[in-house]
Every structure is written in C-alpha cells, then in structure tokens.
C-alpha cells in the first residue's frame, strides 16, 4: 500500500558529504513522521534523524552538527544531508515513515520501511 524508494547511497572519502533521498508513494493521506534508520554489521539498527510532521527534528548525539534531515511535503520525500562523514557513519541506511492511508472515515496508520540504502566511508 505505501513504497519508499531510497537513492543516494554509495561510497566517499573521509570529510566527504552524501545526500539520501527517500521517496514515499502508495494511498498516503497524511505523515505524522519520516526518519533515518542505519545498522552496521556489529551494531543494533539505530535512528539516525527524525522529522515529525510540525518540522521538529531529532538526532542521534553521534551525527549532531554534520546530519541534517529535511522533507519536501508535495513530493511525500525526506532527504538527509550528511557532511563530514566519518568511517562509522558506514553502514546501511534504512528510511522509515510513520503515515496515515485511506479515505475520510476510513484511515489507518501504520508504519513502513525502505529497501535500505549502502553508505561507505573509506579513504
């Protein structure tokens, strides 16, 4: 009922930047939230960057002054904006939304996943 499609992933040098694009589409009728997820192989899967739908944002400590998190309401997309990207920022980055679907009367809120993006930092 509800796709995400995530782009922009890929491989760059230490101090580097990357931008992350995730695309919401299916019967969508209203956003409460869209955050950025990432897990290394070692690590549990954590949030990276949330935005709600009042524009508030959270950030994990780790990426505090280098992510910035932004959406585009008419094109139902979130992006994240990474500099000074570090080796342990490597991993994959998963898009989440948290959304309504359906019609007046009839709305249904649930919770979707992307496919996962690959982000790599390496010199």
């Known amino acids: 009922q509800v796709q995400l499609v995530e782009s922009g992933g890929g491989l760059v040098q230490p101090g580097g930047s990357l931008r992350l694009s995730c695309a919401a589409s299916?019967?969508?009728?209203?956003?409460?939230?869209m955050g950025w997820y990432r897990q290394a192989p070692g690590k549990q899967r954590e949030l990276v960057a949330a935005i709600i739908s009042g524009g508030s944002t959270n950030y994990a400590d780790s990426v505090k002054g280098r992510f910035t998190i932004s959406r585009d309401n008419a094109k139902n997309t979130v992006y994240l904006q990474m500099n000074s990207l570090k080796p342990e920022d490597t991993a994959v980055y998963y898009c989440n939304v948290d959304c309504f679907t359906g019609v007046v009367g009839l709305y249904r809120r649930g919770d979707y996943w992307g496919q996962g993006t690959q982000v790599t930092v390496s010199s």
């Open positions: 299916g019967s969508i009728s209203s956003i409460n939230a």
